[in-house]
């Protein structure tokens, strides 16, 4: 199979989809790697280390799609990509559709074959592609937060850990999942006084027995989330719905509660966002004031610590890039069950429960879609 990496063209963002050491994969188990010149270097690869690879390089994004039987990205396709899809070909990328209806409606007219990394499972129930973006977002998110509450950014001017006498901040994290988890340890590790909202006690129990006390945790009913959001120096949104829009969580109205100068991190705005005033920002323009409490909406965040997230991601998708490469996508689905949740759009038919109740389309079972 011919597997095609363009350049990410997305404001601001330097992943790459395939690191040379899944190019020397990929060629050792007889495909061909096209990658566009360049596309590495955001993540410190240089075309030379693809070339050691094995890789062939070519010079347009228009190139390696017109070449490539499947690509390999790392963001969803931007609208200039999206016209450069086709019938029968394979993508392999985030897409998050459910908030974005522009997108979805190009991916079902190109007639591709898109499985998204967001919605891949495990048989732990959990999602594997996702996972280390999420895990760098999560450590991401209290490092921005406390950047968003300086003074100087129009924030609180509160230092994250405090000092002797002077009491740290208060931060609240909603949502104890694998976003949840890293960005309290992360908080706390800094000094700040942590607490985490869910609505799984078994969560809860299980980061209650890990972390033993170096954060809180507290059930997330619409009072006591309510209660911890007017009392915190920083909220950090990270409530997922797999492959669904994120839920509203905190409305406007909940803003005049809040500190002035507080901090808002919102790390599931891929997925729509949890707070009611997110808007999608850029790594050039991060942060924004709603009513006096700062923003930050970054849609790409790991995108700030491109070598370490492309290093992370990589390690993951390149099982799943290489099954699909030597089996074909059906074959490959077909003997996986996780891989075949990933199957979002095929051949003009969305195949994405959650992301069709969204947006308001008919969905096609993944299981038929197989047999299309």
Known sequence: MKIGCPTEIKPQEFRVGITPAAAQEAVAHGHTVVMQVGAGLGSGFDDADYRAAGATLVDTAEQVFATADMIVKVKEPQAVERKLLRDGQILFTYLHLAPDPDQTRDLIASGATCIAYETVTDDRGGLPLLAPMSEVAGRLAP???????????GGRGVLLGGVPGVLPAKVLVIGG??????????AAGMGADVTVLDRSLHRMRYLDDVFGGVFKTGYASAA????MVAEADMVIGAVLVPGAAAPR???????????PGAAIVDVAIDQGGCFETSRATTHQDPIYDVDGIMHYCVANMPGAVARTSTLALGNATLPFMLALADKGWKDACADDPHLLNGLNVH???LTYFAVGKALGLDVTAPQVALKL
């Open 143 to 153: 490092q921005v937060g406390a950047w968003t509450l300086q003074k100087a950014n």
């Open 177 to 186: 999942g694998v976003v949840g988890t890293h960005a309290a340890r992360v």
């Open 224 to 227: 006591r989330t309510a209660d």
């Open 249 to 259: 969580l905190v409305t406007r109205t909940q803003l005049s509660t809040m500190k």
């Open 347 to 349: 051949a003009g038919k």
